[in-house]
T-cell receptor, first 117, second 111 residues
Framework: GAVVSQHPSWVICKSGTSVKIECRSL??????MFWYRQFPKQSLMLMAT?????????EQGVEKDKFLINHASLTLSTLTVTSAHPEDSSFYIC?????????????FGPGTRLTVL | KQEVTQIPAALSVPEGENLVLNCSFTDSAIYNLQWFRQDPGKGLTSLLLIQSSQREQTSGRLNASLDKSSGRSTLYIAASQPGDSATYLCAVTGSARQLTFGSGTQLTVLP
């Protein structure tokens, strides 16, 4: 089966610092990767869609200068939370698609818990 | 804008019971609907995917139905077990080919 990994699984940082989260597709080439954010007791909200070699498409209300996404290869996408603040504390989940899947079908990573002090 | 609602928000049942989780969506122009399971602090596990042309899908003790015209789906879990305890999310794929998630139903199966 298709496996998507995320690193780190959790991170604690001080306010004002930047944090990078990696998302990797381990056994397939991902043409598209997605980044979601999930606050406690809430559902997943799509932040941005990332296609390899092109700029990410951000959802309305998501600051592209704060959440930097790089999809430099077909197996790796990174999300950098710049100048993190306590309100950025959340669970960040990535997912990946490969050709041949049904529309909307994605393989999800295990998530990264970010806590900003 | 697509909105997905799940009822109930939480459900607690004794082991062995059959149960139904509900999902409704406002825009019937969907490609498919999926049901996921999420354990605390973990990512998502895909359970079932129903194409818009299908009425139901089955996997083991799980059965999901889809009524696209009325904007409803149900997930039926037969003979529930404590290991089924988790949050169940439904999500629809809309015209933008993106997933819109419901807020989930937190299921607790008591031994």
């Amino acid at each position: 089966g298709a496996v998507v990994s995320q690193h780190p699984s959790w991170v604690i940082c001080k306010s004002g610092t930047s944090v990078k989260i990696e998302c990797r597709s381990l056994d397939f080439q991902a043409t598209t990767m997605f980044w979601y954010r999930q606050f406690p007791k809430q559902s997943l909200m799509l932040m941005a869609t990332s296609n390899e070699g092109s700029k990410a498409t951000y959802e309305q209300g998501v600051e592209k200068d704060k959440f930097l996404i790089n999809h430099a290869s077909l197996t790796l996408s990174t999300l950098t939370v710049t100048s993190a603040h306590p309100e950025d504390s959340s669970f960040y989940i990535c997912s990946a698609r490969r050709p041949g899947l049904a529309e909307g079908e994605q393989f999800f990573g295990p998530g990264t818990r970010l806590t900003v002090l | 804008k697509q909105e997905v609602t799940q009822i109930p928000a939480a459900l607690s049942v004794p082991e062995g019971e059959n149960l139904v989780l509900n999902c409704s969506f406002t825009d019937s122009a969907i490609y498919n609907l999926q049901w996921f399971r999420q354990d605390p602090g973990k990512g998502l596990t895909s359970l079932l995917l129903i194409q818009s042309s299908q009425r139901e899908q089955t996997s083991g003790r799980l059965n999901a139905s889809l009524d696209k015209s009325s904007g409803r789906s149900t997930l039926y879990i037969a003979a529930s077990q404590p290991g089924d305890s988790a949050t169940y999310l439904c999500a629809v794929t809309g015209s933008a080919r993106q997933l819109t998630f419901g807020s989930g139903t937190q299921l607790t199966v008591l031994p």
